[in-house]
């Protein structure tokens, strides 16, 4: 039998015990015989207090709200699910994250970081199937506007990433919003739109094997899961998103190039160990 502990402090466990993490990211240790395990979680808001200032986008007053009633006009989330997504602050966070975009893209950046919560939530009450599913309705609209399968997430597709709040009267079909995206980030470039939507697609794959891990109660190594978590925590959309607002025109001889990616990697690992080493301290 295995036994779920906490990430910090001691904790007791066998000689040659070995650990592993399942796909909710929680440490098993396996029995038999006590010794001391050390953790040593880093203090990453310490690190990154000095050089480093916090910025934050002035159009986070004006826009925030729009953002989130449009996800609630979706009609996904419900009961406690639905309370806890109303009481979270993603378009805060897309304030600090974003702090240059302008007021299109600010919102833009809103919309990513409140569907990824979506998505990821839906997925947590699904199994392999339904979250496979999820992802293709998504991906499917995302390609391509035109496409619909009747469920919100292929809406949510079409309707996502584009400012909604500057529509004319005469201009309300949520298909012509990916077009109006794309006219919107020139000059951003193809490469970095591409990138965009290559990054979201990997994003949910990832998200879709944790589904199916979990389903079928798979419990990972660490390395496995540290790829897997990199894979599922959505920073890598979150950069692609960076070059798209600031018309930024990274070519793949300079993206790909390893010491960029390995650079990349280390800033999507702090990300999710921030994002979960509270709870732990």
Same mark, same amino acid.
């Given at each position: ?12 466990? =066998? ?32 690190? &990154? ?28 989330? =419900? +009961? ?5 997504? #109303? ?21 833009? &950046? ?12 839906? #997925?947590?009450?699904? +199994? +392999?199937?339904?979250?496979?599913? $999820?992802?293709? =309705?998504? $991906? ?48 951003? =470039? ?30 990972? +190594? ?21 070059? &798209?607002?600031? #018309? ?28 979960? #080493?509270?709870?732990?301290?």
């Amino acid at each position: 039998m295995w036994e779920p502990l906490p990430l910090s402090g001691t904790i007791p466990r =066998s000689t040659g015990r070995r650990t592993s993490i399942n796909a909710c990211g929680v440490l098993y240790l396996h029995p038999p015989n006590p010794e001391i395990m050390y953790f040593t979680l880093p203090d990453l808001p310490g690190i &990154c207090q000095d050089p480093f200032s916090p910025s934050f986008n002035p159009h986070y007053e004006a826009i925030a709200s729009e953002s989130k009633t449009w996800i609630d006009s979706l009609g996904i989330l =419900s +009961g406690e699910k639905q309370r806890y997504f #109303s009481a979270s602050a993603f378009e805060f966070l897309a304030a600090h994250t974003y702090p240059r975009a302008d007021r299109e893209g600010y919102r833009t &950046c809103c919309d990513y970081l409140n569907t990824t919560f979506i998505l990821d939530d839906y #997925s947590d009450d699904e +199994g +392999g199937k339904g979250a496979r599913q $999820m992802a293709d =309705s998504f $991906m499917n609209a995302l390609r391509d506007p035109t496409w619909d399968d009747g469920t919100p997430f292929a809406r949510m597709a079409r309707e996502s990433v584009h400012p909604q709040f500057t529509y004319s009267p005469n201009r309300t079909d949520m298909r012509v919003g990916w077009f109006r995206f794309r006219e919107r980030l020139a000059p951003a =470039s193809a490469t970095a739109r591409q990138r965009f939507i290559d990054t979201f697609d990997h994003y949910l794959d990832a998200t879709v094997r944790e589904a199916e891990n979990r389903e079928q109660g798979t419990i990972l +190594g660490f390395n496995d899961y540290l790829e897997l978590r990199r894979g599922n925590s959505g920073a890598y959309p979150a950069y692609a998103l960076i070059e &798209c607002i600031l #018309s930024i025109d990274l070519q793949p001889e300079v993206f790909d190039h390893p010491s960029l990616w390995n650079l990349t990697k280390i800033a999507g690992d702090m990300l999710f160990t921030a994002n979960v #080493s509270p709870k732990f301290y």
